[in-house]
């Protein structure tokens, strides 16, 4: 049985992650400020044997009683709107210093770590698709550096820990992911699409609508995480993951009022700064490594995001 160290385990993913490494047969702490995770995303494994939730900011070191064999990195806010505005350096600071305090963490449990970084790193990007050796376009100043950048950072701090204190590292590059547990207040697209048709209310479309992204159904980013992790010792990443099918965010409006049907409307509201134009991985990499692709397309990962929300929405709506 492996002990597992999820940090953001309150989160989208981390909850996610820490449901299927529980129901593996792993013992897991889940590690959260529940800052923009939530307790209630990790109710269906709270009372099991081997799961324990540890509060933490991970700006703060963290010991551990416990042997640690992997840490999966998770935590930061995510959504534009969490990490923009007055959440900015709170977001600089868990990339960095949480890089380094779970990093001083693997370290001293010799422990394998992996990264969740982003498809942000490669910024408004200048090639398309993306390859993980395309080096980015990043406006250092602008209101998203506090993510890209931190990211950025990690993943450098990540690789130096690497080859000065030969830390077994692992870093994906994660792409729009979505699915059940996401926040639906975090502002993210694919949530605010489908609760605002759920609701009745306005679609809210950034811009033209025509910028693109590849969104990713939850589990198959996860497969892919746990495969990584697992991975033999000298492979280190970065790799990236999603879902190349590509769609523009107004496809993607329409896709979902037509999945909910009633009577939203569509508006257009400003683009925010920085917003990137064009996404979408190149996963050569992970098909070939790993032999993974993803296995849930838009149209079923809509519906079972869907059917997710609408729960959500008749037990919460207050
Ligand atoms: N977006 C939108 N309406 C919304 C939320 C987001 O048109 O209600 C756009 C946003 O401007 C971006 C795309 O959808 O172009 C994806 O946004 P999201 O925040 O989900 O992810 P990210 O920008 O990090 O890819």
């Known amino acids: 049985m492996k002990t597992i160290l999820v940090t953001g385990g309150t989160g989208f993913l ?3 992650l820490c449901i299927r490494l529980v129901r593996e047969g792993n013992r897991v702490l889940c590690v959260d400020n529940n800052y923009t995770g939530s307790l209630q995303n990790i109710a ?8 324990r939730f540890i509060a933490h900011d991970i700006c703060n070191p963290l010991q551990t009683e416990e042997k640690i064999d992997q840490i999966y990195n998770l935590a930061c806010p995510a959504s534009p709107p969490a990490y923009q505005g007055k959440h900015a350096i709170a977001t600089t600071k868990t990339c960095v210093f ?12 010799q422990a394998v770590i992996l990264q969740a970084s982003t498809s942000e790193v490669y910024g408004d990007s200048l090639v398309h698709p993306q390859t993980e050796n395309y080096r980015g376009n990043v406006n250092p100043v602008g209101i ?31 792409f729009n992911t979505y699915g059940p547990k996401m926040n639906p207040n975090d502002g993210r697209v694919v949530s605010n699409f489908i609760c605002q048709a759920l609701l009745g ?19 198959d980013t996860i497969e892919l995480m746990i495969r990584v992790m697992n991975s033999d010792k000298d492979f280190t990443g970065p790799v990236n993951t999603g879902n190349p099918g590509e769609f523009t965010v107004k496809e993607l409006a329409e896709q979902v009022l037509a999945k909910v049907g009633g009577t939203s409307k569509i508006v257009y509201k400003d ?23 993803p296995t849930v397309m ?16 008749q037990e919460y709506k207050g």
């Open 14 to 16: 981390g909850s996610n």
């Open 144 to 174: 998203r550096a506090c993510y890209n950048e931190g990211k950025r950072c990690a993943e450098s701090l990540f690789f130096d820990y690497h080859r000065q204190d030969d830390v077994a590292i692992k870093v994906v590059r994660v």
């Open 201 to 219: 209310k306005d679609i809210t479309i950034y811009g033209s609508g025509s910028q693109t992204r590849s969104f990713c159904y939850v589990d």
């Open 44 to 51: 269906e494994i709270a009372g099991h044997k081997n799961f």
């Open 271 to 293: 683009l925010p700064s920085d917003d990137p134009c064009k996404r979408c991985p190149d996963i050569s990499l992970a098909m070939e490594k790993f032999g993974w692709k």
């Open 98 to 109: 949480g890089a380094i305090n779970m990093l001083e963490l693997a370290k001293k449990n």
């Open 298 to 313: 838009l149209a079923e990962g809509l519906d079972k995001t869907i059917a997710y929300f609408k729960t959500y929405i």
